[in-house]
């Protein structure tokens, strides 16, 4: 793309890092600080551009049939730009990339492998990690991000609607609905930039490379004191055992021949009955156990819970402080 005269007077000491066709001469310009949007001579007004610097606290999109609305919130004045609706994905990924630029929410030699709108969420993928911002605004400070060295899992649960993303930073997933015609373009970028980064060549090999280690969970399942924890009584079952077959041995020895009989039936009958015994005796003992571990968790459960909604209201509240700040109350 040629760069109008205008455009380099006013570049000054920057360059120009992309640049985007809005139809006919106008273009939009991409510095490291700033976007530069030039408009071309026409019937009713002559050639100018206009100057929207990359540290804006608050980004909103307006989408219309034929145009893409952009209204930049900085902390003293509101700017708006629109380009043509075929044009706005373009100039969003690079608002963005300059926004976070600036702001240092990515490297300087971090680029972004796309960014996609679904509703109230926006997510950004760059080559090392994931942005995601939440909300009615498209972009503001308010966003989590999730590096690639944390990944996981990744995993696509295809539905008749919408495309579930689950992608798994430390075991914890993040799961992300995308609408069906926009699924795949997700998820290929998705998995070109997570093959790229982990140095893999399919989602199988993805997996593989960064899924937890299945020996690792083994030693730590063996490591408690369960129900099988290696740990003897000072008595053991077997040793009982033994104890009352030498006394029914003795016993019948010492009885007389018509008599050993019926000692060893009433031996038998002892045996059984011990053993009924002690089986009832550890059925009920893990089912205590069983009880106590099922009213703690759900007291964990219910501390939890309440902590969450505690941690909500303080959001919520949080929010509406901002809200009113930002408008002078």
Known sequence: MEIP???????????IRGGVNLGDEDAACFTPTRTLVYRGEGLLSDEKVASYPHDFERLTVSEGRRKTKFSLVYTGEKLELSVPGSR???????????????????????????????SELTLVVTDRQLLKHIGN????????????????????????????VVLSFNERPERIKAPSEQAPTVRKTLEETLFAYHEVGSLAELNAE????????????????????????????????????ESANAQAAAAPTGEQGTTAE????????????????????????????????????????????????????????????????
């Open 5 to 15: 005269d205008l455009v380099q007077q006013e570049l000054g000491d920057e360059e």
């Open 88 to 118: 706005g994905d373009a100039v969003l990924e690079r608002l963005l990339e300059g926004k976070l630029t600036v702001s240092g929410g990515i490297d300087d030699d971090e680029s972004i492998s796309g960014v996609f709108r679904f």
């Open 137 to 164: 605004v498209t972009w503001d400070a308010d966003y989590e991000a999730f590096s690639f060295d944390d990944v996981t899992g990744l995993e696509f649960e295809e539905g008749s609607v919408a495309t579930a």
């Open 210 to 245: 960064v899924g937890a280690d299945p020996e690792e969970g083994a030693d730590d399942a063996g490591s408690g004191f369960g129900l099988e924890s290696g740990i003897d009584p000072l008595v053991s079952n077997d040793s009982a055992s033994d104890a009352e077959a």
């Open 266 to 329: 009433a031996t038998a009958e002892t045996e059984s009955s011990g053993s009924v015994g002690i089986d009832a005796d550890t059925d009920a003992a893990a089912n205590a156990d069983v009880a106590d571990l099922e009213a703690q968790v759900a007291e964990l459960t219910a501390a939890v819970e309440a902590q969450n909604e505690q941690l909500r209201k303080q959001e919520r509240t949080i929010k509406q402080l901002i809200k009113e700040l930002r408008q002078g109350r």
